[in-house]
């Protein structure tokens, strides 16, 4: 199904169409990708492990509390990251669903996670989970929680650490995400801290990479742009990569939550 939408852009090309005429042509494959984008795979099977019984305690999930009470998931996932009374700590999707698979399922931090960003061919628990929970925040407007202290401190550190150059490149997320049409092998590179590409961004994750066929949460983003900066990876769920998170979310706030998204 791609390969006829990608030779019309070919020929577009040739045709010495004119760069509006290119980003159009761009935006027709993206919306057919779009289309046909397996992410409702991901979702269902999401939705399956939510409910199954796991971990010592031979629990399920249903009873999760993402920040709306116990089991509510309509809306929950555009609230997030926020503070968590039970944990005194900022969360975000991941680091609450670790949280609910240890207080709820009786099960370790290490057993839980230890197959994320692991076996790229089979997705682990966090990748199915995110795309059933994000799928449940449609249309509901990005709002992270910025009323509480810690989530207003989260910020800040966030913001700090997108402008802080550290690593053998010296190198900032702002040394990539801070201007204006950079581009990394065709990739748009969004401008972070402003609301306007910031908003598009947080609306659109977790999202289904089209480019090697798997499903990316948001921890595995922010770990990869680490990796591509030369830095040491940051512990999953730490609150560094919770600051981030907040920080990104707080720019894009308002936006409808459409995804999850489909990336190149
Ligand atoms: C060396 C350049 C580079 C640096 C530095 C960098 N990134 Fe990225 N980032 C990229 C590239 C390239 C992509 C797009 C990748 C793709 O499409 O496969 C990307 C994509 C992203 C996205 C997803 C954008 C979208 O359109 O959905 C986010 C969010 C992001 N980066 C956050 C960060 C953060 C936070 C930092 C700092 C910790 C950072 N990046 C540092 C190169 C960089």
Redesign the pocket.
């Known amino acids: 199904m791609r390969a006829p939408i990608l030779f019309l852009l070919l020929i577009s090309l040739a045709n010495g169409g004119f760069a509006q005429d290119v980003k159009k042509e761009i935006e027709k494959y993206q919306q057919m990708v779009a289309d046909s984008s397996p992410v409702e795979l991901f979702e269902l099977q999401g939705e399956i492990l939510w409910a199954k019984r796991q971990g010592p305690n031979n629990a399920s999930l249903e009873q999760c509390d993402l920040g709306l009470g116990a089991g509510v998931l309509k809306g929950a996932y555009a609230q997030l990251p926020r503070w968590f009374k039970d944990a005194d700590r900022v969360m975000d999707l991941e680091a609450r669903l670790l949280h609910c698979m240890g207080t709820l399922q009786g099960r370790s931090r290490e057993e839980a996670s230890k197959r994320v960003f692991g076996n790229e061919d089979q997705p682990s628990e966090m990748e199915y989970l995110s795309a059933f929970v994000a799928s449940q925040s449609r249309g509901a407007a990005m709002a992270p929680g910025q009323a509480h202290a810690k989530e207003r401190a989260a910020y800040a550190l966030g913001q700090k650490?997108?402008f802080f150059r550290a690593g053998p490149w010296d190198?900032?997320?702002a040394?990539?995400?801070g201007e204006e049409g950079k581009r990394?092998?065709m990739?748009?590179?969004?401008v972070?801290s402003s609301p306007a590409a910031a908003r598009p961004?947080v609306a659109?994750?977790p999202?289904y990479?089209v480019?090697n066929s798997q499903f990316k949460t948001?921890q595995w983003?922010?770990n990869d742009?680490?990796r591509?900066?030369r830095m040491p990876e940051p512990a999953y769920t730490s609150d560094l990569t919770i600051a981030?998170a907040t920080y990104?979310t707080v720019n894009g706030k308002g936006e409808p939550y459409r995804g999850p998204g489909t990336?190149?």
Not at 187 to 190: A, H, N, S, T, V
């Open positions: 650490l997108f190198f900032s997320c040394s990539c995400h990394i092998r990739q748009e590179l969004p972070l961004v659109t994750w999202a990479r480019s948001m983003r922010i742009c680490f591509q900066m981030i990104l990336k190149r």
